[in-house]
């Protein structure tokens, strides 16, 4: 039994600063006893151990609230893409068992058919905690012993391969996550990470636990500002950044990524020349590996160091017949299924089947090499379409790329490529082919290239399929 890393932080750091948001400051300690009234109010709406709460937002305090209250409570937090459709939302929480559901969005008149509706009155729970101050913290107040072990939350899996599943995590599991990824990323009171991954999904749910750990500041985006303005108002050293953001703000705002001192990247390999230009400006950056079922980052490493970084702590990680498998402190309790149970798919050792495909190279490095469910063949050939994908995102011009296979009568499925250009237009066929001539075999190099559709395709991870779809449908 303990009390949650929230709470053990407001013991350690009263006054450090938890979360930041347009200006507005609030400690360890008031954060704590605000989480503490939200517990108390839930409690009186009737939740109880293993109730689910949904909470259909895009990230606010308020969620942030919600989660660490539904850990000291025993509610399972279960976070949806607001961005889902209202039909989706619909058939995702019947599947879940969601009867009771968080959402500020009053429109949403579909979603209260189903669920019950809660509406805390949040600010009216901040005025009382200012109103009594340190006051708060009395015995009547104390946080409640959990247990770490127990299912604290739902999130959904990306769904490569259909309908995401929900996936269920204990609180051991974040603390083993961050902690470990805490040995590699250094973190402390005076630090502040921007909240820039939804926390629907456990990139930002894993930003969120290793604050908590480090009694580090949640600084909360400001959606009324460039991301470059926001890096030079708010005291942000530590920045969750995909490629081409990165790519961005290097162009047009070099500057404002003076006070950062760390970025973790995710979006696949980046090019020598963005290294260089972080290094130049003294930023430690670190790309990675990881997955919701395993909490979040499994591997970790410089960014200038090839691949995606060696293992880090409490994980374990195997390659069988080239494709990666994993367990440890870190892993799920499992799916949530149907009719409530909680099911892992492992082998009888344990380990948990990633489908991504991998190698480790000498220095201990993890190199990723693509979906197991993305390789075609072509002409009795294997192509990985991440490997063609990274050998053109070398190209300065190109910012994106996705290679698969269409279908060809002589070779079954022949590559081609949909490219992101930094200004719109495609390199020439013929510049193309030359590019990639010291890069992959020629079987593998593309034999079409279409410029990337129209359309809202990018969340953390591009929707490959989605973009797939958009250029077949339209040729």
Known sequence: MAVSPLHQAAARQPNAIALLSSGQRRSYQQLSQHVLALGDWLSQQGLTRGDKLGVIASNCIEMVLLYWACVD?????????????????????????????????????????????????????????????????????????????????????????????????????????????????????????????????????????????????????????????????????????VATQLQRLLADSPASLSKVKCLLLGGGAIGRELTDA??????????????????????????????????????????????????????FLGYLQPDGSIQRDTDSDGWFCTKDRGYFDDHGQLHIQGRSDNMF??????????????????????????????????????????????DGTLPTDAELTEFLLSKIARFKRPRVYYPWPDGDFQGLKVQRKLVINAIITNR
Not at 166 to 177: E, F, K, Y
Not at 281 to 305: K, N, V, W
Not at 395 to 421: C, M, R, W, Y
């Open 73 to 241: 409570r025993g509610l399972l937090f279960s976070p949806l893409s607001p961005k889902f459709p209202e039909q989706q939302l619909l058939e995702i929480m019947q599947r879940l068992q969601i009867n009771t559901l968080w959402c500020p969005d009053d429109s949403r008149q579909a979603l209260w058919s189903q669920a019950r509706r809660l509406q805390p009155d949040f600010s009216a729970l901040a005025k009382h905690v200012l109103s009594n101050g340190d006051g708060l913290a009395n015995s009547n107040n104390q946080p409640p012993e959990i247990e770490i072990d127990q299912p604290v939350d739902i999130l959904l899996t990306s769904g490569s391969s259909g309908m995401p599943k929900g996936a269920v995590h204990s609180l051991s599991n974040h603390i083993a996550n961050a902690s470990g990824s805490l040995q590699r990323i250094s973190l402390n009171p005076n630090d502040g990470w921007l909240l820039s991954l939804p926390l629907f999904h456990i990139g930002g749910l894993a930003i969120v636990n290793r604050c908590a750990l480090s009694a580090a500041t949640i600084v909360m985006v400001d959606d009324s500002l460039p991301l470059s303005a926001q890096l030079q108002r708010d005291p942000i050293s530590h920045l969750s950044l």
């Open 278 to 331: 972080l290094q130049q400006l003294g930023i430690s950056a670190f790309t990675s590996y990881g997955m919701t079922e395993m909490g979040s980052q499994i591997t970790t490493s410089s960014a200038d160091i090839a691949g995606s970084g060696e293992l880090l702590p409490n994980r374990e990680l195997c390659i069988k017949d080239g494709v990666i498998w994993v367990k440890g402190a870190t892993l």
């Open 377 to 422: 063949i072509c002409g009795g050939e294997n192509i990985q379409p991440e490997e063609v994908e990274a050998a053109l995102k070398l190209h300065p011009q190109i910012l994106d790329a996705i290679v698969f296979g269409e279908a060809n009568a002589e070779f079954g499925l022949l590559p081609s490529a949909i490219l992101k250009t930094s």
